[in-house]
């Protein structure tokens, strides 16, 4: 199937990547992995004009403790999640989800942050497929 076309950005800097999300016209996606948005855009479900990489933005991939909290850049792979020490050490539990929320593959490139936009953000599934509205009791 052929990717409907768009513009690719590639931001080295998180200010160019926000200055970029705010200057298109047209819709505008951040792509982190790949592995929610590629299959999106593959099956027709959005249709952005300009596809916005975060892959060279800088110290995105950041892990760190302070205080107690848990410091994670937007590019932190569910894979490195799962491999760090701090994590492991500190948030077992966070580390072993990462480490199982899919295949090896899928983990070593798909990132936090992509999950949680993805989820929040449309009623689908991680198939795409469109999720049963909720219940009311
Ligand atoms: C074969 C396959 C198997 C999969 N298996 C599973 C599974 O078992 N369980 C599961 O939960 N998921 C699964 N997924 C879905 C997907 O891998 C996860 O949702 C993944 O975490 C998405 O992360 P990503 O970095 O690839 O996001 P991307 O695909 O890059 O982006 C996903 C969405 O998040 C937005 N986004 C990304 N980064 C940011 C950011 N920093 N700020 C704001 N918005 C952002 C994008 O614009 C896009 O809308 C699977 C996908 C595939 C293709």
Redesign the pocket.
């Known amino acids: 199937m052929r990717l409907r076309p768009f513009e690719l950005i590639q931001p080295d800097t998180v200010a160019e990547a926000v200055d970029a999300l705010g200057r298109t016209d047209g819709e505008a996606?951040?792509?982190?992995?790949?592995?929610?948005?590629?299959?999106?855009i593959r099956l027709g479900l959005i249709r952005p004009d300009h596809v916005i990489a975060?892959h060279r933005v800088s110290g995105l991939a950041e892990i760190r403790a302070e205080q107690g909290v848990l410091h994670l850049g937007?590019m932190v792979?569910?894979a490195g999640l799962h491999r760090a020490p701090v994590v492991r050490g500190g948030w077992p539990l966070l580390a072993e989800a990462a480490g199982r929320?899919?295949?090896p593959a899928?983990c070593s490139?798909?990132?936090?942050?992509?999950?949680i936009?993805?989820?929040g953000?449309r009623r689908m599934d991680?198939r795409g497929r469109r999720r049963a509205p909720p219940r009311r009791s």
């Open positions: 996606k951040l792509i982190a992995g790949g592995t929610a948005l590629v299959p999106m975060l937007a792979t569910m929320v899919a295949t899928i490139s798909a990132t936090l942050s992509g999950w936009s993805s989820k953000r991680w």
